[in-house]
């Protein structure tokens, strides 16, 4: 192995894999190489932990309540509320 050069798909900067990097991703069982930077890697993974998750509104397939969803519904699958996906 050696080190790879890539190019961040948020920042659009080159950025070095390198062969230490790709051995963990190896160890970890991941296919693919990192698509972002490291600086782009951590700033998207702090959105994240902040909570700043878009939610939708749809309605369960099954008892007709409105419920929010943390994807936008597409139509094609049914949506339940929390209460009839647990039973």
Partial sequence: ME???LNCRDCGKDFIFSVQE?????EKGFQNDP????????????QNQKGERQYYTATCAACGAETQVPFKPTGVKPIYCRDCFRK
Avoid: I, M
């Fill in 22 to 26: 790709q051995e963990f991703f190896a």
């Fill in 35 to 46: 698509a972002r930077c490291l600086d782009c890697r951590k700033a998207r993974k702090q």
């Fill in 3 to 5: 080190d790879k050069v």
